[in-house]
């Protein structure tokens, strides 16, 4: 799956929307055993969850989106196929969290491109399912330490961290994607299948158990004037540093 929606893949409700009818698609088609997630937008993999969702709106969007994003990461978690992500560019905060829920994650060793769960520097906390996935991907230490730290890890930064698999250059990338996921197909399904719930399970239990009341947690903290004028803010920062 190519994400291409200009000019940075936000996670917007449309995009998510789409995204979730197009994995649901692949999961329920016995032909597909294996799916990779890749960007057609030039240096951006995707730029995270769109903050326009999330600023200036009201108490029912907020909540209808967060249901959107809860089923997104249900959707890729839980996934029976292999699920690599060939990272071709700067992947923060939600971008990151896709990556994350691969199986397997190959970055274009591009000192340029960034990757990591930078909620904390917009003044959002990443809820704890975030904090779940990224914890069973780098480790405790190092996810507390970026987490507070709200880091953005260069591609090499983010292979020593154990962030991404993978370096490769540019123009192998699509090659090396498709070379790890025949090495993952030629196991057999049943066995990858349970392992991988076996090894995912208690993560996806605890937000399916406590959906409703994360739903009500999002709602309550966005809303807050505080956090929305730290999003506004922080809109009003990407703006200035391309004048
Ligand atoms: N949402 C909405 N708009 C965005 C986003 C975004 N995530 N990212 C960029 N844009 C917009 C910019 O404002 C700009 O708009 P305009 O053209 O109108 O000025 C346009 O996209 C292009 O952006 P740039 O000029 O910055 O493009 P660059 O190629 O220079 O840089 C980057 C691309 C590196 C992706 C850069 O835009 C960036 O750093 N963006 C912000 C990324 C970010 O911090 N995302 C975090 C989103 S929050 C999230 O995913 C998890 C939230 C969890 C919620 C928990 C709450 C309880």
Redesign the pocket.
């Known amino acids: 799956m190519k994400f291409k929606s200009p000019?940075?893949n936000?996670?917007s409700l449309d995009f998510i929307t789409e995204f979730c009818i197009g994995l649901e698609k692949l999961e329920n088609n016995r032909e597909c055993r294996g799916v990779i997630f890749t960007s057609a937008v030039p240096?951006?993999f995707s730029?995270?969850?769109?903050?326009?969702e999330?600023c200036g709106k009201s108490m029912e969007h907020y909540a209808e989106f967060w249901r959107a994003?809860q089923e997104m990461w249900l959707r890729l978690y839980g996934s029976n196929m292999v699920t690599v992500a060939a990272v071709n560019g700067?992947s923060?905060?939600?971008?990151c969290?896709i990556a994350l829920t691969c199986d397997y994650r190959i970055m274009v060793e591009n000192p340029k491109f960034?990757i990591g769960?930078?909620?904390a520097?917009?003044g959002?906390?990443?809820?704890f399912w975030?904090k779940d996935t990224f914890v069973n991907t780098v480790g405790h230490r190092v996810a507390e330490r970026s987490l507070q730290l709200g880091s953005l890890h260069s591609a090499s930064e983010a292979h020593r961290l154990g962030l991404v698999d993978e370096l490769v250059p540019e123009v192998k990338l699509q090659e090396k994607a498709a070379a790890v996921m025949a090495q993952w197909l030629a196991l057999p399904d049943h066995a990858r299948q349970l392992t991988k719930s076996m090894m995912r399970k208690a993560v996806l239990d605890r937000l399916v158990a406590h959906r409703e009341e994360d739903v009500q947690?999002?709602v309550n903290?966005?809303s807050k004037e505080s956090i929305q004028k730290s999003l506004r803010m922080?809109?009003e920062m990407?703006?200035k540093?391309?004048r």
């Open positions: 000019p940075v936000s996670l240096n951006i730029s995270g969850l769109d903050i326009t999330m994003v700067s923060p905060a939600g971008g969290l960034v769960l930078n909620e520097q917009l959002i906390v990443a809820p975030f947690n999002f903290f966005i922080y809109m990407l703006k540093k391309k």
